[in-house]
DNA sequence: ATCCACCCTGTAGTCACTACAGGGTCAAGA
DNA sequence: TCTTGACCCTGTAGTGACTACAGGGTGGAT
C-alpha cells in the first residue's frame, strides 16, 4: 500500500507548520491533496518530496516566487541547467549585497558606540549622532 | 516668524515618502501637527527635527518600536547613556548575528555552484540537493 | 460517554511601509 | 473667471511569508 500521511505528520517530517502547510496550498504552491472521508488532508510521498523541496530551497533564502520557478525547472528533466544556476547565481549576488550592507550599518554603530562616554543623555554622541544634521 | 512645512516639504527635506510622514502619524511615531484652513497638517522645525531623528534611526537598521525607545531617550537629557548603549549593542549583536546567517549561506550556495556540471536538469546537482533526504 | 489530540475554515495580525481610489485645495497662467 | 496641475486629504488594501486565533468537527483510546 502507499504510504499516506495527515497534515500534522507531513508538518513534523519536513519541520513545517500545520498552517504554513495549508497556506502553500492556498497560494499554490501545494496542490490540493485528496481529502478523508472526513475530510481530512491526505497526503503522500510525492507531496512531501515537493513540501521537503519547498523548505529547503526556503531555508537557503530563496524567496517563494523563486521556489515557485526551481520547482517548475525542476520538473524539466531534459532542459539545460543554465536557467537554475543563473538563478542560484542571482540569489547569491543579493545575499553578498546584504552582507556588505549589514557590515557597513555594524561599522557605524560599532563607531558611534565607541565614541560614548557613558555620561548623561544631554552629552550623548550617541543621541547626537541620530540628530539630524538639517535643523530649519 | 517661525518657519512651517507641508507634509511634502517635510517628506523631500528628510527623504521621507508623504504615505510614510502620514504613517508614522497614525502610529503615534510623530504628534498630530496642527491644521490650516484648508485642512493640511502644518509642521514646524521640531516636527523636522523629530523626523529626521526616526529617518536617520531607521537608516541605522533600528526597528521602529526601538526608535520609540530613542526618542523616549533622547528626551530624557539628566539620565545616564547606559540604556541607549544596551540599545546600541544590542542591536549591533543582531546585526552581526544576520551577517553571520547569510555568510553561511552564501557558502552553501557557493557550494552548489561550484557542483554544477552545466549539464541536464536531469543530473543536476543543484536540484538534487534541494531533493529531500527523506522520502517515503 | 468522555477525553484529548488532531483536523477543518476563515479571518486578522505581524513589520514598515506602499499604492491606490476618490475626492478637496491652492497658486499661477490664459 | 476659468482652468490647469501640483499638491493635499481620508480610508482601505496590498506586500512577504507566515502566524495566531476563534469556533467548530473528527478519530481513537479509555
Known sequence: MMQTYTI???????????ETVRYYERIGLLP????????YRVYDGAHLARLGFIRRARELGFPLDQ??????????????????????QAHVTDIERRIHDL??????LTQLL????????AECRIIEALQPRVTG
Do not use: F, M, W, Y
Open 67 to 88: 521556489v515557485r520557478e526551481l520547482l517548475e525547472l525542476s520538473g524539466q528533466e531534459a532542459r539545460s541547467c543554465e536557467q537554475v544556476d543563473e538563478l542560484v
Open 8 to 18: 500534522g505528520q507531513l508538518g513534523r517530517l519536513t519541520d513545517t507548520k500545520v
Open 103 to 108: 557590515q557597513t550599518l555594524r561599522q557605524e
Open 32 to 39: 490540493h491533496p485528496p481529502r478523508s472521508v472526513g475530510n
Open 114 to 121: 565607541a565614541q560614548c562616554q557613558h555620561g548623561k543623555i
